[in-house]
Structures are given as structure tokens and as C-alpha cells.
């Protein structure tokens, strides 16, 4: 016997639910019973189609590594849910829908279901639209338009959060400061449009160079920073150094000329009881003194 009722009040909801039939014990939905007519607007699949919880994975997150995340996540919600003695657990998804379109949902469901037992109400809101603006929102905000690096406040976040980490954990991380040498002759004597494509150039080649985890900022106008997690004085130093050869290495050209820019580069790494401020100042003095010993040259 199912409540009719509510699944009549369920079908004219704007928002796609289902009403799943709990079979086992571990407070996972099962068989879908029910799905209203904003689930079948949206999302798509009939009864038929998702017959059990197994069914809806495969449908929902084709590709089976995403899947197993899903689930992990889906599973831990459910987990904390019921430790903080909450009534839903939620979480959001990127659903396949039968269309083949993939949207983002936010997906809540019961987990006491003391109202009706061996019952679950799965709702289903679609936040695709407002994630994607989200999403530009953000790129917009943490990179850098001209080369695509983060800009400064993105790395001023992530230098915090590093500073944050290495005053809770004590792992030491080292900051990378390039500044290309002589950018205004570049500048002067082939013009802006010129430099900014040596400055894209530059950009790339420090990002390849880059290990998965590193932070590649554009600081100022002709200045880059690298916020390197986990790392001390020799592995700083050596990729400072990998860097300082690979941009002498690059070949620019531009309107039939060939030339490669040189980098002039300081490297600070964290201290017990220094903070951001001053190990910015520790960086900046060692790029001093690399500008100072005659450019194209690494200091601490
Ligand atoms: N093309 C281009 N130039 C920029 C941009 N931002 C800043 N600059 C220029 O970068 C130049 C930086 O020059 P300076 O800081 O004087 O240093 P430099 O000529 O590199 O000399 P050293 O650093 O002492 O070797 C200035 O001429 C700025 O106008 C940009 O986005 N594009």
C-alpha cells in the first residue's frame, strides 16, 4: 500500500522527486515506486528504466569513475546525516539525463523516514544554470585574463592557505619569484602586443615546468609567483633553477625576429614564526639580489 496522497501532492511539485521503496536495511533507496511528472519533464527516465538503485547509478553517472565517487559521496552524506541525527542527507551531482544532456542537481533524501517506514522521498533540484555562472564567476575572478595563470588574489588565497597549513602541520613550502628581465626594452622595441605574447610564453612554460599541486600566479605586470606546497631549500632551488633554463630555452618569435627572454628568480621558503608578509619581503630580496648579481640568475 503506498500513499497516494502524496504522490499526488508529489506530481505537482516543480521540482523532479522519486519515492523509493527500501528493501534493505543500510538506508539507501532501492526500487523506485514513484516518480512525479517533474522528474519525468526533466530528467526522464521511467520506472521501467531505473528499477533499482543499481539501474539509476549506471543511467545517472555513466562513466564509471565518476560513478564510484558519486556513490562515496552519496554514502558519506547519508553517513553524517544520521550521526548529526539530521532528517536528510544531501549532496549534488552532475546527472545524466535520458536526453544525454548532464545537469547539476542537488539531491536530498530521507533518511528517517519515521513518517513512512521503508519509504524514501528523493528530490532532485537542478542547480545546472547557477552553477555554471558560478563556476565563470569564479575563474573570472581567480585568473589572470592575459595568461590564464591565477591573478593575485587567487595566489594571496593560496599562499594564506599555505601559511595556514605549514603553521598547523609544519611542512615547509617555498615561494618562486620570476621577474623577466629587461620587459620594457621587449616592450619598447617591439611593441606591447609583443609583450604580451612573451608574457603568455612565459606563463605556459613556467605551468609546464610546474608540478601538479604548484600554484603559477601572475603577480604584477611582469612578475610571476610560484607557491610550491611541500618543498624545502634544495627542491626550490632546483626548480628555480629548471625554470630560469627553460625560459632562457624558449625561442620568440615575432615579425621575422627570434629572441629568448631571461628570468631573473628569488626563492623564500617557510620559517617557524614568519609571516606572509615577511616571507614575501624574504622573496622580494632574494629577486632583488638575483637583478643585483647581473639578471638571469637564481638567489635565495
Ligand atoms: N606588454 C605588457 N607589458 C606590461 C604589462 N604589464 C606591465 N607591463 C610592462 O612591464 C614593464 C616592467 O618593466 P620594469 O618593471 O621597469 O622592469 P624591466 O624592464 O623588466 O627591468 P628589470 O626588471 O630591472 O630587468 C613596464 O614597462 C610595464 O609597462 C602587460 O600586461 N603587457
Given at each position: 500500500?503506498?500513499?497516494?496522497?502524496?504522490?499526488e501532492f508529489l506530481d505537482v511539485i516543480p521540482i523532479p522527486a522519486l519515492a523509493a521503496e527500501m528493501t534493505g536495511d543500510d538506508n539507501s533507496f532501492n526500487h523506485p515506486r514513484f516518480l512525479n511528472a517533474a522528474f519525468l519533464a526533466q530528467i526522464g527516465y521511467t520506472l521501467?528504466?531505473?528499477?533499482?538503485?543499481?539501474?539509476?547509478?549506471?543511467?545517472?553517472?555513466p562513466d564509471p569513475v565518476m560513478r564510484a565517487q558519486v556513490r562515496q559521496e552519496w554514502y558519506q552524506a547519508i553517513h553524517e546525516s544520521l550521526a548529526q541525527g539530521r532528517q536528510i542527507a544531501e549532496t549534488s551531482a552532475l546527472i545524466q539525463c535520458k536526453s544525454g544532456q548532464q545537469r547539476w542537481f542537488v539531491v536530498t533524501a530521507q533518511v528517517r523516514p519515521e513518517s513512512m517506514p521503508n519509504m524514501h522521498i528523493v528530490t532532485f533540484r537542478d542547480i545546472h544554470d547557477l552553477k555554471m555562472l558560478s563556476?565563470?564567476?569564479?575563474?573570472?575572478?581567480?585568473?589572470d585574463q592575459l595568461t590564464h595563470v591565477s591573478n593575485r588574489?587567487?595566489?594571496?588565497?593560496?599562499?594564506?592557505?599555505?601559511h595556514a597549513r605549514f603553521t598547523q602541520a609544519a611542512v615547509p613550502f617555498a615561494l618562486i619569484m620570476c621577474d623577466v628581465d629587461h620587459f620594457k626594452s621587449i616592450n619598447d622595441q617591439m611593441g606591447?602586443?609583443?609583450?604580451?605574447y612573451v608574457l603568455r610564453k612565459i606563463a605556459e612554460t613556467l605551468h609546464m615546468h610546474a608540478g601538479n599541486l604548484d600554484e603559477v600566479v601572475r603577480w604584477g605586470g611582469d612578475e610571476f609567483l610560484l607557491v610550491v606546497p611541500a618543498t624545502g631549500v634544495e627542491e626550490a632551488a632546483a626548480l628555480a633553477e629548471q625554470l630560469r633554463m627553460a625560459v632562457q630555452s624558449l625561442n620568440c618569435s615575432w615579425e621575422g625576429q627570434t629572441f629568448s627572454p631571461t628570468l631573473s628568480v628569488g626563492c623564500a621558503v617557510s620559517a617557524p614564526g614568519q609571516s606572509v608578509v615577511a616571507l614575501l619581503k624574504t622573496v622580494d630580496a632574494a629577486l632583488y639580489a638575483a637583478k643585483q648579481q647581473g639578471r638571469n640568475a637564481v638567489c635565495f
Open positions: 500500500m503506498y500513499p497516494t496522497a502524496i504522490f521501467d528504466e531505473i528499477p533499482d538503485i543499481e539501474r539509476w547509478f549506471e543511467v545517472a553517472y563556476d565563470e564567476n569564479h575563474f573570472l575572478s581567480h585568473t588574489r587567487a595566489g594571496q588565497q593560496r599562499l594564506e592557505a599555505e606591447h602586443v609583443c609583450g604580451d
